[in-house]
């Protein structure tokens, strides 16, 4: 693992991130071949990597964005999580590709897919960049992943602690190395 200039241990180097987008992309442009795809990029962390993975795709693009939010309840004594999302897209009979940056729980991911399924997607999808399947706590697999991880704390890329260093062009540890 390389260092930066901020001591920071880097996860995944620019260039492995655009080699992976560009194979996602292709990936992606096959079983698309010939149909318009909706592409729902969930905010803040999925923007640098649904920017350039649309800039990829070959067929007719629709962007839209969502940014899910989640507030814990207790609620007849048990603790109940809510997840709330803007804008709700027509999706009826279209097919949705969900990109995401990170996937830990898998919750709102699942939560997010089986919403718009529910609401007459003709398929949906999920693109994640990053997967973190030692912290899933449902069954979830992304149809297209970049990157398994191990550490949920990285900045860079979109991703934010909490929201400094997404302007980077590479992935790295939050925290920097002692």
Do not use: W
């Amino acid at each position: 693992m390389a260092t930066t200039a901020s001591n920071r241990k880097i996860v995944v180097t620019t260039e492995q991130l655009q080699k992976r987008v560009s194979e996602l992309a292709r990936q992606i442009n096959q079983d698309y071949a010939g149909k318009a795809l909706h592409v729902l990029c969930v905010l803040p962390n999925g923007f640098m990597f649904g920017a350039d993975l649309v800039r990829q795709l070959d067929m007719p693009v629709i962007c839209t964005f969502v940014r899910p939010e989640s507030k814990e309840t207790v609620q007849k004594g048990m603790d109940v999580m809510e997840i709330f999302f803007t804008p709700e897209e027509n999706v009826k009979g279209h097919d949705i590709l969900l990109v995401e940056a990170l996937v830990q729980s898998g919750v709102t991911s699942e939560f997010l897919m089986r919403n718009i399924s529910s609401r007459g997607a003709k398929s949906v999808k999920l693109c994640a960049l990053l997967d973190k399947q030692s912290e899933r706590r449902v069954m979830l697999t992304p149809d297209y992943f970049g990157f398994l991880v191990e550490s949920s704390f990285m900045v860079g890329y979109g991703l934010g602690a909490p929201d400094v260093g997404r302007n980077l062009p590479y992935i790295a540890l939050a925290e920097p190395s002692k």
